[in-house]
Structures are given as structure tokens and as C-alpha cells.
């Protein structure tokens, strides 16, 4: 759904009679290559990071369900078009959960995950990990888990002094063209190409 800017017409008077007039143009929607019709694809929902969702709660929900990690959950879940969650955890996983909070999907990193995830339109998400890993995996529950990686990537540039760790900790963002932006502890800023390579990188 496009997000769309308000018309309001701006009006000028001058001696009772109308001046001049302006209706603000329409606000063309930032596009992504995020999964088309998830309701959240992404930290803080879009491009934009609005934080804002086009779906509104007309009843009070279902009944509340909770699921165990096996340490503590940092960072924010992200919800798939066809309803799957997925959230990453202190115990090295990412979890993807059904709607009643079943586990249907898991993946382990090497460290902590403490950043949300990014759905991408070709069934796949990107994820940082404290393993100082971007990881590109499947989401097809059919695929088994130490086959799901697509590519990694690892920070080129060294940490700045005072950092012993290059984890990514920022959330990964993606934009029209599929290139992935996401930064790390280290203090580094990268921009991946879709196919696990660097595009630049900033310190």
C-alpha cells in the first residue's frame, strides 16, 4: 500500500480574495527488494523506517502464546507474508515461529544474534550475527539447516580503536536494487551487493 501525503490546500488571502493556492504532490512509496506482502519484511517495517504498518488491529486478538529461547531475545521480530516470525536470540539461533508460536524453521550462527533480520523477495533473509558473519539463507523449511546459506559475508575493514569485536549489530536494510546497508561494532559502514560481495565500505 502507498503511503500517501495528505492533500491539503495551502491558500493565500489578500483583501477577502484568494491569492494563491498549492496542493502537496502525492509521496511516492520507498520501494525495497523486501518480501512483497509481509506485513513487517524489516527493522521498523520499510525503507523508510517508519515503524508504522498499513494493517489495522480490528478485534483484540487471539490468545497470547510465548515461546522459549534458550537466552535471552535483543532485538525486534520480523513477520513473513505467509505469517511466519522471525527472531533471533542470545543462543546463537534464529527462530522462525508460526502464528500460534510453533517453531517451523531454525537457524544457528556462531554467536549472538541481537539484530532483526531483513526478508527478501527470493525466499531468503539476511542476518548479522555476533560471529562477525552476514549470513544469506533460505527460509524454506524443506532445506536442511546446514544447507541453507546462500553466501557470508565478513568486515574487511578493521575496528576502531577501543572495539575488540567487528559483530554486526545494526539491522540490515535493503534497497531498490537489492544492495544490503548494514553497520557493525567495529565501526564500519558496508554496502553488500546482492550476491555477497562488497559494494563500498565506510570508517
Same mark, same amino acid.
Given at each position: 500500500?502507498?503511503?500517501?501525503?495528505?492533500?491539503?490546500?495551502?491558500?493565500?488571502?489578500?483583501?477577502?480574495?484568494?491569492?494563491?493556492?498549492?496542493?502537496?504532490?502525492?509521496?511516492?512509496?520507498?520501494?525495497?527488494?523486501?518480501?512483497?506482502?509481509?506485513?513487517?519484511?524489516?527493522?521498523?517495517?520499510?525503507?523508510? %523506517?517508519? $515503524?508504522?504498518?498499513?494493517?489495522?488491529?480490528?478485534?483484540? $486478538?487471539?490468545?497470547?502464546?510465548?515461546?522459549?529461547?534458550?537466552? $535471552?531475545?535483543?532485538?525486534?521480530?520480523?513477520?513473513?507474508?505467509?505469517?511466519?516470525?522471525?527472531?533471533?536470540?542470545?543462543?546463537? %539461533?534464529? !527462530?522462525?515461529?508460526?502464528?500460534?508460536?510453533?517453531?517451523?524453521?531454525?537457524?544457528?550462527?556462531?554467536?549472538?544474534?541481537?539484530?532483526?533480520?531483513?526478508?527478501?523477495?527470493?525466499?531468503?533473509?539476511?542476518?548479522?550475527?555476533?560471529?562477525?558473519?552476514?549470513?544469506?539463507?533460505?527460509?524454506?523449511?524443506?532445506?536442511?539447516?546446514?544447507?541453507?546459506?546462500?553466501?557470508?559475508?565478513?568486515?574487511?575493514?578493521?575496528?576502531?580503536?577501543?572495539?575488540?569485536?567487528?559483530?554486526?549489530?545494526?539491522?540490515? %536494510?535493503?534497497?531498490?536494487?537489492?544492495?544490503? !546497508?548494514?553497520?557493525?561494532?567495529?565501526?564500519?559502514? !558496508?554496502?553488500?551487493?546482492?550476491? $555477497?560481495?562488497?559494494?563500498?565500505?565506510?570508517?
Amino acid at each position: 500500500m502507498k503511503m500517501i501525503a495528505a492533500a491539503i490546500a495551502v491558500v493565500g488571502v489578500t483583501a477577502g480574495s484568494v491569492a494563491w493556492s498549492q496542493t502537496p504532490q502525492q509521496t511516492p512509496a520507498a520501494q525495497s527488494k523486501t518480501e512483497p506482502g509481509a506485513p513487517w519484511p524489516t527493522m521498523r517495517h520499510d525503507l523508510r %523506517n517508519t $515503524g508504522a504498518s498499513e494493517i489495522r488491529g480490528l478485534d483484540p $486478538g487471539t490468545k497470547p502464546w510465548s515461546f522459549q529461547t534458550g537466552k $535471552g531475545i535483543f532485538s525486534t521480530p520480523v513477520i513473513a507474508a505467509d505469517g511466519t516470525i522471525y527472531v533471533g536470540s542470545a543462543d546463537h %539461533n534464529l !527462530y522462525g515461529l508460526s502464528e500460534e508460536g510453533e517453531e517451523v524453521w531454525r537457524f544457528e550462527t556462531g554467536e549472538i544474534i541481537d539484530t532483526a533480520p531483513a526478508l527478501l523477495d527470493d525466499d531468503t533473509l539476511i542476518i548479522g550475527s555476533g560471529d562477525e558473519n552476514m549470513y544469506k539463507v533460505s527460509t524454506d523449511p524443506a532445506i536442511p539447516s546446514h544447507q541453507r546459506v546462500v553466501w557470508t559475508f565478513k568486515p574487511t575493514l578493521p575496528t576502531v580503536e577501543g572495539q575488540l569485536v567487528n559483530w554486526w549489530e545494526g539491522s540490515p %536494510n535493503v534497497g531498490p536494487d537489492g544492495v544490503i !546497508y548494514q553497520g557493525n561494532t567495529g565501526g564500519g559502514a !558496508y554496502a553488500v551487493n546482492p550476491d $555477497g560481495t562488497e559494494k563500498w565500505a565506510y570508517q
